[in-house]
């Protein structure tokens, strides 16, 4: 997940490095219509030609991107910069009754404001084990239950109407207090968390990602 897709797509033409390659060639598509205003089948050749340098056969991709271009435009691309993060929410966090919970909660406010953002509703669709994860906080799923159990007895978040719908809102968002910090990367937020707090954590200078550093390495994560 990044905050600016269109950037990330730029990126990924620039260097050709990406996570996953099914996600990466769904953001290229999106950008190619939606930016670069490209039709059908010059979007196609232009995938093509990604999957090419990547010694992918079109034709296995064939269906999927025909499905992806025919979705592209349900889905615009965002293209914020950064996430503002306010005095009074950072206040909240500090009340959420534990370290390992304040990470949590700061990963669900950055979530939800850039949902906000972008529709004007707080909500976080995924409360699973992938958000626990870009909280730097795995849990297992009884204990994650428990967790956003207390969160809603506390109000910092809701449920969805439905109870089919996982889905949380938050609660606490307060943009009429001053915004004391941004965030421009999605990565490791419950690190970001703790270098708010005040606790030793470097920006990898190769790719930007937040990690905990030695004594013997303080510039690179360990993928780098």
């Known amino acids: 997940m990044v905050i600016n897709e269109v950037k990330e797509a730029e990126r990924i ?18 950008y190619y219509i939606q930016i670069k205003e490209l039709n059908k089948d010059e979007t196609k050749e232009n995938i093509k030609e990604f999957l090419r340098i990547h010694n992918e056969e079109f034709d296995y991709w064939e269906k999927s991107v025909n499905r992806m271009i025919k979705n592209a435009n349900k889905y615009p691309l965002c293209q914020i910069d950064e996430i503002p993060i306010t005095q009074s929410e950072i206040d909240t966090i500090y009340k959420a009754g534990s ?57 910092f978040i809701s449920y969805a ?25 999605l990565r490791n937020l419950g690190y970001r968390w703790l270098k708010i707090k005040g606790q030793r954590y470097a920006e990898c200078n190769n790719c930007g990602i937040l990690f905990k550093p030695s004594r013997m390495n303080n510039c690179y994560c360990k993928n780098c």
């Open 13 to 30: 033409l620039e260097t050709h490095k990406y996570n996953k390659l099914s996600s990466a060639v769904s953001l290229l598509v999106r």
């Open 161 to 185: 109407q439905s109870p089919m719908n996982m889905s949380i809102h938050v609660d606490f968002i307060d943009n009429n207090s001053d915004t004391i910090l941004t965030i421009k990367d």
């Open 99 to 155: 370290e390992k919970k304040e990470k949590i909660l700061f990963t669900f406010l950055v979530l939800g404001k850039l949902k906000w953002m972008r529709s004007g509703k707080a909500w976080v669709n995924d409360t699973g084990a992938s958000t626990f994860k870009m909280a730097n906080a795995e849990t297992k799923a009884v204990d994650r239950d428990f967790i956003i159990k207390d969160f809603k007895e506390a109000g």
